[in-house]
Structures are given as C-alpha cells and as structure tokens.
C-alpha cells in the first residue's frame, strides 16, 4: 500500500514550527549545523549496536554523511547511512512526543527574536529545517529492516507518514528550499558552513558535486585524540557546540590522557551559559563514554550529579567494545575512572578560583546551587567543595570560608550564618543587629539547597556553622564596638517586662528573655531547637504541597 496517513503535531512542536516559519532569522546557518549533528549521532548509534549484531551493516560498513545540492528542483538532502528509523520512531522523534525543550526554547525565541543559534542546546535541532525549507522530507529506513518510510511536512500543524518501496539503510532529509534560501545550494557556502561548524565531525562528510562523484569537505578526526597543543580554541568552540549545541566559547576546558591501570582520554567543558535544564529534576549528566573512539552512550554516571553541568567525552582505551548499557551501571573502571575524573574537575575549578576570581566567580553565579547539592551527597570531597563555595554575606558577596575565617572576631567560635529566601531580605533581619553591633560578619544563605547542606554540616577548620536564630549566648562573649555600661536598674526593668509579656504570651511562647543580640529592634523571635526557621517554613511547605 501507498497510502499516506497524516498525524498532528504535538501542540508545542506546532507552535516552534510555526516560528520557525514565519521569523526572519540572521544566523540560519544553525540548520545545516544540526542536520550534520544528527546524523553524526545516527552513525554512532549504528557503530555502537553493529558491535553486538554486525548484520545491522548489511555488508556496507560505510559510515558516511553525504550533503546532495540539485539547483534544478532546489532541494538540498542530507544523507546518513546510520541507524535510520523504524516508522514509530519517525512518529515520536519528529514531532508528537513532547520535549522538555520545545517549550523552553519557544520561550526564549519570543524574548530574543532572531536568535537561533541556540536551538540545539534544547534538543530540537531537527526543526531548525524549517528555517530555509518550506517543505521537509524525511525518507527513513532503520537498519535490519525492510521497510522504509518517508515523513513530510510543510511545517504548518500536521506531518504525513507514507511508506516508501525500497531505500538504502539509514536517513536522507530533503529539503525544499525557499526562495529567499537558495544559497545553500552553492558548493562555497556549504563547504564554508561545513568547515565553520562541522570539521572535526568524525565521519567524513561528503559534498556530492555531480556524476556520481563527492569529494570530502571535513576532515573527520575526533578532536580529542590530537595533541593538545594541536587545537584552537576556535575547534574547541566547535566542538563544545557539537556537544552541548551552545556555540558559545566554554568557560574552562579540561583535555587530557590519564595512563596506568586505566588508559582514557578527557575532553570535558564547562559551559559559560547557564544550561536550560540545570534544574531539571532528573539531574542527568550529559559526558558522553567512548571505548576507542567508539560512541557507547551518553546516560553513564561518569561524574556525580553536582557536576551535571559538565560536558565533553571521555573515551576509554580498555574497556571491552562490546559492554553493554546494563554492565555499564556497576562497572569498577567506571567507577574509577568516575572518581578521578571528579577530583580533576574539582582541582580544575579551585585552580581557576585562585587564578582568576573574577571568571570563578561567574562560574559560581551559575553553578553555585548546583554544586552545593555535593555538600551533603559527596561527604568524601565536602571538604574540597568547601575550598569552592563562595556565599553573599553581610561583608560583600562572594566570600570564601578562607576569607571568613580570617576575619574571625576574638572569642568568636562559629561561623554564623542566616538562611532566607533573598538577599534583600536577609540583610533587613532584626537578627543580624548584635552581630552588626559586634562588626561579627554573617553568611547569608538564600538558596534552598543551603538549609539542607547546613544542617550536616560540621564545620570548616573547627568552626561549627551556627545560624543566627539558633542559640543567643555566644555574642555575649564577643565584645560591642560601643557596648552600654552595665546598668543593674534597667535591666530589672527589662526582667520585669519580660516577665508580662510571658505572661501575655502564655502557651505560645517557652519563654521570653532579653538578649544582647538586638540594638534597634525591640523584639525577635528565636528559635531554641535544631531546627532553622528557613528550613522549617521550607518542610512546612513541601508537608501542606
Ligand atoms: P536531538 O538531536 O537533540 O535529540 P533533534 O531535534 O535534533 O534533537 O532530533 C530528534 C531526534 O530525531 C533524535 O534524537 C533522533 O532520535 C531522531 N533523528 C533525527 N535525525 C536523525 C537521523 N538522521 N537519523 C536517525 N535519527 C534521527
Ligand atoms: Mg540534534
């Protein structure tokens, strides 16, 4: 049969088509750059199963993407002999299973209009298509089987899927390009396109230039076995792009050969912009695990989830080729090559807080929460990770535990510390007024994560962390900037009210006491238990949600 069956698009897809459609882009480039990517995966997924069942290659181990301009119908098609999809897959991956990004990407089209080059970071590179082609084929054929399929689409709310008679293994997506778009049917931009974004593609891409014949355009080695000395940082742009889809320049690059009882090779970044799903519940890691140059998977914890925001390869020398995703979960050179691979990120980023404070400290307005969450679910390195976290405190932002520690008052024995849900709020405590009279600074914790990590706290360099709410005698000890003179009949007086507003108070009070802690207020409320009032609003909440 040849009857094509349409199906509607998912809402969200429908409405990023739309965009995609209707706005003028600058940079549409960016499509080319995704549909490389894609079927760069597509022959690592195929590399990677053919390992267990190599009749998956049907005797044609060619592993090629080849790029087919034709100016007389004005389609360019992009064709991979990858994995190919089976016609659920075709449903599902183009159009009617939501992504989280499709929303998220939607939204921070409308707010910066124009601006595309993004569009990969949040999954949906396929769609960028539609940027220069009014129309889009998708002729599909998964390997190991016999039927192929063609998706098609104009972009406006639905897609037809219709079978296809015979097609070689692997994916081809034509594009019927528009008018305004024909560029990218001359061999010079697609080999500009090519050489910009998608050199250091490990497969060869091929420019088809008529009578049978193609010639290479990229050259097609992984980036990460050359010396290091032997890349720019322009191809390390690239390929940072390529594997977070941000083409912006990473903020620290980590690239090295560990050798002795584990050989592998570390390419990892750290994106300069915030990833969009750095909160996402699910707190995936995103390092991708190669075994000699062979793309195995990329859902491996190969770092903790604390450095989830970490992204790159590493590719074993001596893991088997043909390990499978389950051996992988509880595998001892994993969980080696996990635990060095964290000390060296780690190590990496103190480095880079001690040589230039300015950068750390943009890292840390980014991944600051994220990598507190390490403070109570990797006690092994808490005391590493408190080499790294910085904290707003009533002194200045920013402060390290070092730096407080040394401004530590005579007879101080704690580091204080005060949880809210914002700054601005924090700092208007009537708490923080003895410590001020005391000149005693107090960290101000203000993300969620800090009433969790504080409480199994013990303490930096035998300096328990104190909040502020709990306990009141320590400022005693600590003596005022301009102290009042004893003064026996006024603090009779202050007993004697005391004592009435107790009475006043009744069973909703233990007790009322006068305290030193507070210099313009005339009243606060303290906390006698363990338990910090931030995080007992907080638990409060989650109990009434
Ligand atoms: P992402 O690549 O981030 O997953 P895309 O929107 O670029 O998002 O692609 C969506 C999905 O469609 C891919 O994850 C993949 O499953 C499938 N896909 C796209 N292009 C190809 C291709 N050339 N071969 C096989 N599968 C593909
Ligand atoms: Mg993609």
Same mark, same amino acid.
């Given at each position: ?30 499509? #080319? ?48 002999? $990858? ?11 183009? @159009? *009617?299973?939501?992504?989280?990004? *499709?929303?998220?990407? %939607? ?12 569009? @990969? ?32 689409? /104009?972009?406006?709310?639905?897609? *037809? ?8 293994? @692997? ?27 998608? /050199? ?99 859902? %491996? ?32 050179? %994993? ?123 013990? $303490? ?8 502020? *709410? ?64 931030? #995080? ?10």
């Amino acid at each position: 049969a040849t009857t094509a069956t349409s199906h509607q698009f998912q809402a969200e897809v429908a409405k990023l088509l739309h965009l995609m459609v209707h706005s003028v882009y600058s940079d549409r480039d960016v499509f #080319l750059r995704e549909l490389i990517s894609n079927a760069a995966d597509a022959l690592d997924k195929l590399r990677y199963e053919a390992i267990a069942n190599p009749q998956l290659l049907e005797g044609q181990p060619d592993l090629t993407i080849t790029i087919t301009p034709d100016k007389e119908k004005k389609t360019l098609t992009i064709t991979d002999t $990858g994995i190919g999809m089976s016609e659920q897959e075709l449903i599902d991956n183009l @159009g *009617t299973i939501a992504k989280s990004g *499709t929303q998220a990407f %939607v939204e921070q089209a409308k707010a910066k209009q124009g601006d595309v080059h993004l569009i @990969g970071q949040f999954g949906i590179g396929f769609y960028s298509g539609f940027i220069v082609a009014g129309k889009v084929d998708v002729i599909s054929r998964r390997a190991g089987s016999d039927q192929a399929w063609m998706w098609s689409s /104009d972009g406006s709310g639905s897609f *037809t899927m219709t079978p296809v008679e015979s097609a070689p293994r @692997g994916t081809s997506i034509v594009l019927h390009l528009r008018e305004d778009a024909l560029e990218f049917l001359e061999d010079w931009k697609i080999e500009s396109v090519v050489r910009t974004y998608s /050199d250091h593609i490990a497969h060869p891409i091929m420019l088809s230039v008529g009578n049978e014949t193609a010639k290479q355009i990229n050259s097609a080695n992984a980036i990460w076995t050359r010396a290091k000395s032997d890349i720019t940082p322009e191809q390390h742009k690239e390929f940072f792009g390529h594997i977070s889809g941000n083409y912006s320049d990473p903020a620290l690059t980590l690239h090295y050969r560990a050798e002795g009882r584990n050989e592998y090779t570390v390419l990892l970044y750290v994106p300069g912009e915030r990833p969009f799903d750095l909160y996402d519940p699910e707190r995936r890691g995103r390092q991708k695990l190669y075994v000699k140059r062979v793309y195995i998977a990329d859902d %491996v914890e190969l770092l903790p989830a604390y450095l989830r925001f970490v992204r790159g390869v590493i590719d074993s020398e001596d893991m088997p080729l043909n390990i499978s995703r389950e051996m992988l979960q509880n595998n001892p050179q %994993v969980a080696a090559i996990r635990k060095a691979v964290t000390n060296k990120v780690l190590s990496e980023l103190k480095k880079l807080s001690e040589t230039d404070d300015a950068a750390y400290r943009k890292l840390w307005e980014i991944y600051g929460p994220v990598l507190k969450e390490g403070l109570y679910e990797d006690m092994e390195r808490r005391d590493q990770l408190y080499e790294l976290v910085r904290f707003k405190s009533t002194k200045g932002d920013w402060v390290s535990l070092k730096d407080y520690i040394a401004g530590l008052k005579e007879n101080q024995t704690a580091i204080y510390y005060l949880t809210a849900e914002d700054a601005a709020k924090a700092k208007a405590s009537p708490q923080l007024e003895g410590y001020k009279a005391r000149d005693v600074e107090v960290l101000l914790l203000t993300d969620p994560v800090d009433s969790f990590w504080v409480r199994t706290a013990l $303490g930096y360099e035998g300096k328990p962390f104190k909040s502020v *709410t709990q306990g009141s005698a320590d400022l005693d000890l600590i003596v005022a900037k301009d102290e009042a003179k004893p003064d026996a009949a006024a603090d009779a007086e202050t007993a004697v009210l005391a004592a009435a507003l107790k009475q006043a108070l009744g069973e909703r009070v233990k007790d009322v006491r006068s305290s030193k802690r507070l210099t313009e207020s005339a009243v606060c409320i303290v906390n006698d238990s363990m338990m910090d009032r931030t #995080l007992e609003k907080l638990l409060s909440r989650q109990k009434d949600s």
